[in-house]
């Protein structure tokens, strides 16, 4: 096991993935930049290091600084946290080269899975059900017209360096499909150097269903349930809950399944989620992300599992806690992600939350790196907490987040609560009758 870990994050998650090494007897070192100075996970940990000012490329990108704080405090291995160097695998890399572990995959897995291309073609390789499309690269307009007449309009264009969202152009009908692959190639090649794009089916009332997976390091891959993600605003997640109000039993473990295998052939080690569109039935592969995701604890209350300790676990050589057969599903969780913006326009609102005061009772979890008197720094994301909720039902688990969101005061600042309020007692939201347009067109009509 591991002596000390570096935690290369800040907020929340820096919290979360604290706790879990403080609860495995593992000493904590922290970097921070200069606006940081303050938070909650520089206060708590063993050690901290400050490596640079706000700017995240000057700080929590910073490699070089990264490494420098690893060797200064002798830490044995890194956990990134979600965003900023979590799925760089350059940075995989070097750390391997210091002899420091990274905890997460190897880099050539993240760097299969940052190519959307190659992670499209390793899934369908793998028996994962992928969306109809182009086989890679399409570069020509002639092959683009085959493949779109071939897989039906509406299509989407999408970059190989994109994903979560960037550099992706639909074409409704054939008049549309120049414009979109040119203007997508081009877009492209400006935004990551890379003007790889592909076609697929574009799908028109899909639900966002991922799939939590682990390998354990030593070939056997296991999956932790789906999380549904549909609801969403311009590809920020806002609201997550598992199990999926879409899926029964059998298609949770038939997908589950296929997933679990597909890790274990990989050889991949460590914790990843498998996006898909689901519509009609049907799974549709999207993307894999190789990192330890926001929404982790609407899993880990229904599995009953730290996700974060059999990351740390598995990085260690100690393979997973449980098998498949072990992990067991157990009623219903939502999570709320409560951002610094103003509930109906989303512009973020830093400054000084003069008054926080959390809900509690059963089934709550909040997990957030602020307090009352903390001044949110303009630099970074939004997100200052999640409120997680869990039920032995769904109608349980939405009772108890109505309470929890009434007892939630968050004095100073704009949040997003009084959203999740109104979310909380509408019919299509009681009735889990949502896709990944739903939110964007209720936010709409409210205006
Ligand atoms: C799609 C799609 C429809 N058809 N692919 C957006 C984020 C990226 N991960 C994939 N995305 C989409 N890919 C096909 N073939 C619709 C989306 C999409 C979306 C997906 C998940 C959650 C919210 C979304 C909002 C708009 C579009």
Redesign the pocket.
């Known amino acids: 096991m591991f002596q000390k870990i570096l935690i290369a994050n800040r907020g929340e998650i820096a919290l979360r993935v604290l706790r879990a090494c403080k609860e495995l007897g593992i000493q904590t070192v922290v970097v921070h930049s200069t606006a940081d100075a303050d938070a909650m996970h520089v206060r708590l940990a063993d050690e901290s290091v400050c490596i640079g000012p706000p700017p995240s490329r000057d700080s929590y990108l910073n490699i070089h600084q990264i490494v420098a704080a690893c060797e200064i405090t002798g830490a044995d291995a890194v956990h990134p946290g979600y965003g900023f160097l979590s799925e760089n695998a350059k940075f995989a890399d070097i750390l391997a080269a210091h002899n420091i572990t990274f905890i997460g995959p190897s880099g050539d897995h993240i760097r299969i899975m940052g190519d959307k291309i190659e992670a499209k073609r390793t899934a369908k390789r793998l028996g994962i059900p992928v969306?109809p499309?182009s086989d890679g690269a399409v570069t020509d307009q002639k092959e683009a017209r085959r493949i779109a007449a071939e897989i039906g309009y509406p299509?989407?264009i999408?970059a190989s360096a994109?994903?979560?969202?960037?550099g992706?152009k639909?074409a409704l009908t054939e008049d549309d499909l120049e414009i979109a692959l040119q203007t997508a190639s081009t877009e492209a090649g400006a935004a990551f150097g890379d003007d790889a794009v592909y076609i697929?089916?574009?799908?028109?009332k899909?639900?966002?269903i991922e799939v939590q997976v682990f390998g354990d390091g030593f070939g056997r891959g296991v999956h932790f349930g789906e999380r549904d993600?549909?609801l969403?605003r311009?590809?920020q997640?806002v609201w997550e809950e598992a199990p999926s109000p879409a899926l029964n039993a059998e298609e949770r473990a038939r997908i589950g399944g296929i997933c679990a295998k597909a890790i274990a052939d990989l050889g991949y080690s460590g914790a990843g989620t498998i996006?898909f569109?689901y519509e009609n039935g049907e799974f549709?592969f999207?993307?894999m992300n190789t990192r330890l995701q926001v929404e982790h604890p609407v899993t880990e209350a229904i599995t009953g599992i730290d996700l974060v300790h059999e990351q740390i676990r598995v990085a260690s050589g100690g393979g997973l806690s449980v098998r498949q057969e072990d992990i067991k599903f157990n009623g219903h969780a939502i999570e709320c992600r409560i951002n610094a913006e103003d509930p109906r326009t989303f512009t973020p609102s830093p400054g000084t939350i003069t008054h926080f005061h959390t809900p509690g009772g059963l089934g709550i979890r909040v997990d957030s790196g602020v307090y009352s008197g903390y001044k949110i720094p303009p630099y970074y994301d939004s997100l200052i907490g999640k409120l997680i909720v869990h039920g032995r039902n769904r109608v349980e688990c939405m009772m108890r987040l109505r309470r929890a969101l009434d007892e939630f005061v968050v004095d100073g600042i704009k949040t997003t609560l009084p959203l999740f309020r109104d979310l909380v007692g509408n019919a299509d939201i009681a009735n889990g009758d949502y896709d990944?347009?739903w939110l964007?067109k209720y936010l709409a009509k409210e205006e």
């Open positions: 969306v499309g299509v989407i999408k994109g994903g979560g969202g960037r992706m639909v697929e089916k574009y799908l028109q899909p639900r966002h993600c549909s969403q311009r590809h997640k996006e569109l549709y999207i993307e990944i347009h964007e």
